[in-house]
C-alpha cells in the first residue's frame, strides 16, 4: 500500500484489529504483570507493566507514524515526558530553552534541573543568532524548542535551530503540542526528539492527562530516556493510553475546524476597536508569519492570544462576561476556553497583564465570535 496520509491513520487508527476477537476496537489491557515461562523466560518479552503495557502499542504507532519517527514512548503527563529528556542528561550539561515558553516547565527547568546540576539558559529562541551565540560548543547537549510558544505563540525555525544545535554537538528536542503532527512535522525539519502534551490536541477531550516523545533514532539518548520513564515510573494508565487511541481517531478533523476557527477569529479581532492586538502566527503582519507558513502546513493552529485596550482590568473583565467560552486553563479540547494568563503564571511571568488566551474549540465559529465580541462590549462599557 502506497504511504498511508495523516487523516487515514489516524481515522483507522493504522487499521489494527485484534486478532483473538477480530474487534476493530482494542480492549483494555490492565494487568500489571506478566506470566514467566517454565524456563524461566519471558518470551512475549513483558514482564512488568511499569517498562511497557499492550495498551501503549496502538496509541505509540500511531503518533510515531504520524511524526515520521521510528518509535515513540507515552507518557503519564506532558511534564513527565519533557522532563524525562532533561534527566537523560548529565550534571553539568549545558542546556538552551526559550525565554517563551510553557511556564510550568520554565519553572521546573529554573528550580529543579539547576538543582541537579544542569546549566540552563534561556534565550530569544526565534532569534537564529541568539541561540548561535549562546552555543557552547562541546558543552551544550540540548536545545528545547516550544513551536508555536506558549502563550505569545513565537514561531521558531526549527531546520535552523537543528542546524545550529548539531553544529556545537547538541540534540534538538521540540514541543510540538500546539502544532501537532497535521501541521507540522519536527523530525522532517531536522529535530532528534518530539514531545507533546497529550492531555491537549492528540487526545482532544479534555479528559486525560498524558505526553509522548517521539525520537528520530533509536539510539542510547532514547535508550537513555525509555529507561527514565521504566525506573522513574512516569507511565500512563492503561485506560488513559486506552482513551487517547480514541481521541487519536478524529484529530485531523478537530486539528482543522480549531484552526480554520482560529484563523477567522484572529482577522476578525485584529482590527476591533477594543483590541490591542492579536498574536496569531496565521496574521500576515505577525512577526513568526513567514517561518510559520514554511513550518506549519494546512493551518496556523488553533491557540491564539488577544490583547485588550484598557489593560489588566479589561482582560479579566472581558473574561468574567463570555458565556459560551469556557473560563478555563489548558488547550487543545473540543470547547474553547479562555484564560486570563498572567493570572496563571503569577510574579516573573513574561505574559503582558492584559492579555487572554484562547484555546479555539470545535463549535460553530460565528458563535465563538459573537460571544467574545459581547463580552469585549461588556467589559468596556
Ligand atoms: C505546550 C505545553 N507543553 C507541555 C505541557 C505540559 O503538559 P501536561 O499538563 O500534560 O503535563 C503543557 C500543558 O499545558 C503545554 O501547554
Known sequence: MHKLKPESITAQALGWIDEQTRAITPPIHVSSTYLRDTDNQYRTGRAYARADNPAFDQA??????????????LFASGMAAATAVFQALAPGDHVLAPKV???????????????????????????????????????????????????????TDIAATARNAH????????????????????????ADIVMHAATKYLNGHSD?????????????????????????????GSFEAWLLLRGLRT??????????????IAEHFAPHPLVEAILYPGLPDSPGHAVAARQMQGGFGGMLSLRTK???????????KVELWKRATSLGGTESLIEHRASVEGAGTPVPPDLLRL???????DDLIADLEQALQQAHC
Not at 505509540?60 to 514512548?73: D, F, K, M, N, T
Not at 527547568?109 to 539558559?121: D, I, S
Open 60 to 73: 505509540e504507532a500511531v503518533i510515531a507514524a504520524l511524526e515520521h519517527g521510528p518509535h515513540a514512548a
Open 101 to 155: 515558553m510553557y511556564w510550568s516547565l520554565r519553572n521546573w527547568l529554573m528550580n529543579f534541573a539547576t538543582h541537579w546540576g544542569l546549566q540552563v539558559e534561556l534565550v530569544d529562541m526565534d532569534q537564529p543568532a541568539a541561540v548561535q551565540a549562546a552555543m557552547r560548543p562541546g558543552k551544550t547537549r540540548l536545545v528545547w524548542v516550544e513551536t508555536p510558544a506558549n502563550p505569545l505563540w513565537t514561531i
Open 167 to 190: 553544529a556545537a554537538g547538541a540534540l534538538l528536542a521540540v514541543d510540538s503540542t500546539v502544532a501537532t503532527p497535521l501541521l507540522t512535522r519536527p523530525i522532517e525539519h531536522g
Open 208 to 236: 486525560l492527562i498524558a505526553g509522548v516523545l517521539v525520537t528520530a533514532r533509536d539510539d542510547d539518548f532514547w535508550k537513555r530516556v525509555k529507561s527514565i520513564r521504566t525506573q522513574l515510573g512516569g507511565t500512563l
Open 251 to 264: 484529530l485531523h478533523l478537530r486539528v482543522q475546524r480549531a484552526s480554520q476557527s482560529a484563523q477567522r
Open 310 to 320: 484598557g489593560g489588566e482590568a479589561a482582560a479579566i473583565a472581558t473574561a468574567a
Open 359 to 365: 484555546s479555539v474549540g470545535i463549535e460553530d465559529c
